[in-house]
């Protein structure tokens, strides 16, 4: 499988990149501007209804009342 930044478009001055399957909210870019480093590279970010994938790891999504 190739790499994303390989086939997305470099883009003078761009902090960083997201190809994701839902159109991002303004807390998600926030959230999104303290994950991803400073360093033009695109990232892959799908989001299921108990998943986050992001760059091919996986976060499951759970509510803070059940961890434990």
Same mark, same amino acid.
């Given at each position: !499988?190739? *790499?994303? @930044?390989?086939?997305?478009?470099?883009? *003078?001055?761009?902090?960083?990149?997201?190809?994701? @399957?839902?159109?991002?909210?303004?807390?998600?870019?926030?959230? !999104?501007?303290?994950?991803?480093? *400073? @360093?033009?590279k695109?990232?892959?970010?799908?989001?299921?209804?108990?998943?986050?994938?992001? *760059?091919?790891?996986?976060?499951?999504r759970?509510?803070?009342?059940?961890?434990?």
């Open positions: !499988m190739r *790499d994303i @930044n390989e086939i997305m478009p470099k883009i *003078d001055n761009m902090k960083w990149g997201a190809l994701t @399957n839902r159109p991002p909210t303004k807390g998600r870019i926030r959230e !999104m501007d303290r994950i991803f480093p *400073d @360093n033009g695109w990232h892959t970010v799908f989001e299921h209804d108990d998943l986050i994938s992001i *760059d091919g790891k996986h976060v499951r759970k509510s803070p009342d059940k961890w434990t």
